[in-house]
């Protein structure tokens, strides 16, 4: 080359990778917060699950959770345990999920996520109200969004509650992280080796046959909806990033032609 010709650099892409879904909400259960112990919440747990939603969001990808709270409290199996009206119970699982929200967002902060948490409950001093529209500009600013308390109601579980969130933002897909379990059986797998897991499946065969995958509400609301759930084991290594960029990972449940 001559001393004289210009030399052309490039300068490095800032460009955001590729990625399937622009939108998502994943669904956490609170017993996934809770590792491989008996109750409450495992901190090794709450970091990596928090490591991942920071590197599906550095992808370019709008996250918004909900989180459970039964590995603090579940409101329809306590109630009768304790002799409790099953609403009383189901606000007591509510505040739970709450809990576990303000957990998630403290460690997402602490890893320099900008995270809010809103909750259908009235709880001002530590989180935001549930406004959908303010919801969706939290996301479209580039925020993480933690949903907690549930719908607000009792006799509703926290699947039902992702269904709605994830209808009312717009979102491309559910993602629903088990705890142990990669996908959707034919029976429970933890009971049953000879299990058939499916690699895809409609929300119609879901209901037909009671599969345990969420409650019949939440099913019923994402078919109407026609919102695809993504159900995959959490445990496995680096889940978000690898569905956000294509793999295959779990169950899809769709309708016959999606094709996302």
């Known amino acids: ?20 879904f622009k939108r998502i909400l994943l669904k956490i259960s ?33 996250i918004a959770i909900v989180v459970g709270g039964g590995n603090i ?4 199996q306590n109630s009768t345990k304790l002799g409790m009206e099953r609403a009383a119970a189901d606000y007591v699982g509510m505040t739970a999920t709450i ?15 900008e995270t809010r948490m809103m909750t259908a409950i009235g709880m001002d001093r530590v989180a935001e109200p549930y406004i959908r529209l303010r919801a969706i500009r939290h996301l479209e600013k580039g925020r993480v969004v933690v949903f907690g308390g ?14 709605l969130r994830a209808a009312e933002i717009n979102a491309d897909v559910m993602l629903m992280a088990k705890n142990g379990v990669d996908g959707v059986y034919d029976s429970d797998p ?3 080796a000879s299990a058939k897991r499916f690699e895809r499946i409609t929300y119609d065969d879901v209901l037909v046959r009671d599969l345990k995958v969420m409650d019949q509400t939440a099913i ?14 959490f445990n496995a290594p680096n889940a978000i990033k690898r569905l956000l960029q294509g793999e295959v990972l779990g169950t899809v449940v ?6 996302g």
């Open 99 to 113: 809990l576990n929200a303000l957990v998630l967002q403290g460690v997402l902060k602490n890893k320099q996520v």
């Open 1 to 20: 080359m001559s001393t004289t010709q210009a030399c052309t650099l490039t300068a490095p892409s800032t460009a955001k990778p590729a990625t399937r």
């Open 254 to 259: 769709a309708t016959e032609d999606w094709a």
């Open 150 to 163: 549930g719908t607000g109601n009792p006799f509703f579980s926290t699947d039902t509650t992702a269904a």
């Open 73 to 76: 409290f579940r409101g329809v």
């Open 190 to 192: 933890k009971n049953n």
């Open 220 to 233: 019923s609301l994402c078919k109407e909806t026609q919102l695809p759930i993504l159900v995959f084991d």
């Open 30 to 62: 609170g017993e996934a917060l809770m590792g491989d112990q008996g109750y409450g919440i495992k901190p090794e747990v709450v970091a990596k699950i928090s490591d991942e939603i920071r590197e599906a969001r550095e992808l370019g990808v709008d």
